[in-house]
């Protein structure tokens, strides 16, 4: 124990603070340059290593290197985007046909994360009120694995334009299962200081303010 007056060490926590304001869902950038295995290893430990109502431990993690599984899901991701930019004004079409979607090619591997709604089961404690709870706690590792990817001067892309059943049965996931995620990982030349959202004119981000409330909720949206 230091004594009064002591000097403490930096806390590590302000290297976190760096870590999550550095994170950025990555698109253009990889390289695709190999991942070393021990440190993808420690990227899932990491993730694995998230919390869970009742300790159930919902997830599992895919690794797809296979250069066919991705151009067979890159094709299904492009046929959705077309998809999402049929039900676009001309306006919002304009901004998003300038958006990248995917780094499903460029990337050097993708990690697929599930949810097992069966896992831990019957009766898993904490989850008798909130169905979801369960699928939250893959949430929670998929942010672990992403954080811990940025840490290591990696990139990670979550793509989401895709149809859950065709993703289970391109990698063979039993049914029952849900394809969570598809996160693209991989050496960036760079991550942006501003979202990609952001940059394209998508989306502003909101403020602490506006997101804050104290008590009870006050009438903003």
Known sequence: ????????????GHDLYEIIHRRRDVRGEFTGEPVPDDTLDR???????????????????VVVRDRRLRETFHAH???????FAA???AEAAARFARIRIDGVLESTLSVVVTYDPERGGPGVLGRHA??????YSSCLAIQ????????ERLGVGWVSFYREDFLRGLLGIPAGIRPVAWLCLGPVTHLHDVPDL????????????????????DGRR
Do not use: C, K, Y
């Open 1 to 12: 124990m230091p004594g009064a007056g002591a000097q403490r060490e930096p806390a590590m």
């Open 87 to 89: 039900t676009l004004d």
């Open 43 to 61: 990227i899932l430990t990491a993730a694995h290593a998230a919390p869970s109502v009742g300790l159930s431990q919902p997830w599992d993690f």
């Open 198 to 217: 952001e940059r394209h004119g998508w989306r502003s981000r909101r403020s602490l303010e506006m997101a804050r409330h104290e008590d009870r909720w």
């Open 144 to 151: 672990n694995l992403w954080l811990a990817a940025t840490a």
């Open 77 to 83: 991701v492009r046929e959705e985007r077309e998809v």
């Open 130 to 135: 909130i169905a979801d709870a369960g699928l």
